[in-house]
């Protein structure tokens, strides 16, 4: 199981650590580095900065919003930061929720998400191929676009810069049986957003035909700790707001797969006591549980028993999300 550092995205602004953080995993070893985005800091931005201060680390976003940019925008962020990395780029892409898409991006959420991440896929993988010119009758993504209010004189577009690699990885974020079934057949990795060692009969369904060097690869939160209840803290506010916060209180895709994994009624609740404006109260009401088996919290001998966990599952790579260097180094000697 190969490890790699999740820096995720911004707050108020840059994180001063994140270079750092980013230097010393390559130092220690760990085989990826992963940036995302949001609704403020891009994905690629960091990511590049992060490549002209390295040498070998891969380089990928957890993840990058196809809503943010067309399939062929994408590519060209993806097939250019490839080359100015030395082929060290993975395109980690995520279709987000209705609130997200039509709120920040100002665009409709598609009606049928697996038919609109598939031929996103499909259109990138085209120009990453550079076979022949990006063609595609689809209903969602049309090229060259032919609706009623385009010119019609659009054409068929091969990408001026050969990409480097025509294998570039394209791993998908998907959390509902049918997407993750899907990211099985169209794409190199899926990026799980919770996934519990103790509970991967939750994804079994999903993952029964699996290709060769398929990568899993879940993000958790890491930190050697004395006080693992103190250290789950950061835990329960992501889930507090990922929970209660990222989606509409109908439709809310981290609150299913939460209920998906056994904790439905506690989701139902952190969900209303986050609508009501209860956010320290939404916090508080994430079950220990649930934070604790989702990530790698306590000290060294703790960390080290339940890591265990996590090798002898279906997990590839491990991506950490660690808050100092000392715990990316506890890390990366316990997984040797």
Request: with cysteine; aromatic share 8%; proline share 7%.
């Amino acid at each position: 199981m190969r490890l790699g550092l999740a820096l995720g995205y911004w707050g108020r602004g840059p994180n001063p650590d994140h270079l750092d953080l980013a230097t010393e995993a390559e130092r220690l070893g760990y085989d990826s580095v992963w940036t995302a985005e949001a609704w403020g800091s891009d994905a690629f931005t960091p990511l590049t900065w992060i490549a002209a201060h390295t040498t070998r680390i891969r380089l990928g976003t957890a993840i990058a919003q196809m809503a943010a940019r067309t399939p062929t925008a994408t590519a060209m962020h993806a097939l250019t930061l490839d080359h100015l990395s030395g082929g060290r780029m993975m395109l980690g892409l995520g279709l987000s929720g209705p609130q997200v898409v039509e709120g920040w991006y100002g665009r409709p959420f598609p009606a049928s998400p697996l038919t609109a991440t598939r031929e996103y896929v499909d259109v990138i993988r085209q120009v990453l191929r550079r076979e022949a010119p990006v063609a595609l009758d689809g209903r969602f993504h049309t090229h060259p676009y032919r609706g009623a209010d385009g010119t019609g004189i659009g054409k068929p577009l091969r990408p001026i810069t050969h990409p480097l690699r025509a294998d570039l990885p394209v791993l998908l974020g998907a959390e509902g049986p049918k997407n993750i079934a899907q990211t099985t057949r169209i794409a190199d990795g899926w990026l799980p957003l919770y996934w519990s060692p103790s509970r991967t009969d939750v994804y079994q369904a999903s993952l029964t035909a699996l290709p060769e060097n398929f990568m899993i690869a879940p993000m958790a939160r890491a930190h050697v700790c004395d006080d693992v209840a103190e250290g789950l803290l950061p835990v329960k506010a992501m889930l507090g707001f990922y929970i209660g916060g990222m989606g509409h209180a109908a439709r809310n895709f981290h609150a299913d797969l939460m209920a998906r994994m056994g904790y439905e009624e506690e989701a139902r609740r952190i969900q209303e006591l986050f609508l009501a404006g209860r956010k320290q109260e939404a916090v508080l009401a994430v079950p220990d549980a649930f934070a604790d088996e989702i990530s790698l919290i306590g000290p060294r001998e703790r960390i080290a028993e339940r890591l265990d966990l996590w090798r002898k599952g279906p997990v590839t790579d491990l991506l950490l999300t660690a808050p100092d260097p000392h715990t990316l180094r506890v890390l990366a000697e316990l997984n040797t």
